[in-house]
């Protein structure tokens, strides 16, 4: 569940005016565990991830991302046959100023699954100097028809030797987190995610090492395996192209 910049109006903006220049780009990644919002989407096991995204000089953006996922045991009554995620983007990026500002739209896909979770949600996001700052809405989590919010903001620290170190904090609310509703997209109350993470690239290969954690307790702390949300380390690599 990822966002890059790149854009589908770009593409008829080209075929408009030719003089416009445009750029083709990618990225593959090989994680210990695929996180999302701190809560994992592959049982704590490795995962694959690729994308493919087009810019446009204007600042419009379109692509696509797609990671491996489990989120049951194949044996288990909540098992839905989900093994991809596959992530269609758009929006657009630019700059006031010393501010960047992006806004996107992202539809999550989950192709072969048992049943719809598939949904699409709405990004604003900006970040000034070291600062970014993200808000995300949807009005149907999961395709339950119930609303989610997230707000996120991540601050980077340049270290020597061009390590960084990046502090991330998150909160999701909204009628999809009210575990008093039955009918809840993901059976939780509100909770906070956090992370920090060390980053280094050698030779044009990113690599990172994180650690996640959130707050959620009682009974809806899971410690192992299928939407595991405690505090653990995850490792990284990464190449774009």
């Known amino acids: 569940m990822k966002n890059f910049k790149r854009s589908l109006i770009g593409l008829s903006l080209l075929a408009c005016a030719p003089q ?30 690729v994308s493919f995204d087009y810019s446009h000089d204007t600042g419009f953006y379109v692509g696509a991302w797609g990671s491996t996922i489990d989120f049951s045991a194949s044996n288990s009554q909540f098992d839905i046959n989900e093994t991809v995620e596959v992530d269609i983007y758009l929006g657009y ?60 903001a991540v601050y980077d620290i340049a270290l020597p030797n061009d390590y960084s170190v990046a502090l991330q904090a998150g909160y999701s609310f909204g009628n999809a987190f009210d575990s008093n509703i039955f009918e809840a997209a993901v059976f939780l109350d509100a909770y906070l995610d956090y992370s920090i993470s060390l980053n280094k690239s050698f030779n044009g290969i990113d690599v990172s090492l994180s650690y996640v954690d959130t707050d959620i307790s009682g009974d809806f702390a899971l410690t192992k395996d299928e939407f595991a949300n405690d505090g653990r380390f995850i490792a990284s690599i990464s190449k774009t192209f």
């Open 20 to 49: 416009l220049l445009a750029d083709v780009g990618g990225s593959a990644a090989l994680t210990t565990d695929y996180q999302f919002r701190g809560i994992t989407q592959s049982a704590e096991n490795p995962a694959i991830q």
């Open 93 to 152: 990026s630019n700059s006031i100023n010393d501010i960047d500002y992006d806004i996107n739209l992202t539809y999550y896909t989950y192709p072969g699954v048992d049943i719809n979770i598939n949904y699409a949600e709405i990004y604003l996001s900006a970040s000034y100097k070291s600062l970014s700052l993200t808000y995300a809405f949807t009005d149907d989590l999961f395709a339950v028809e119930e609303s989610g919010h997230y707000i996120n």
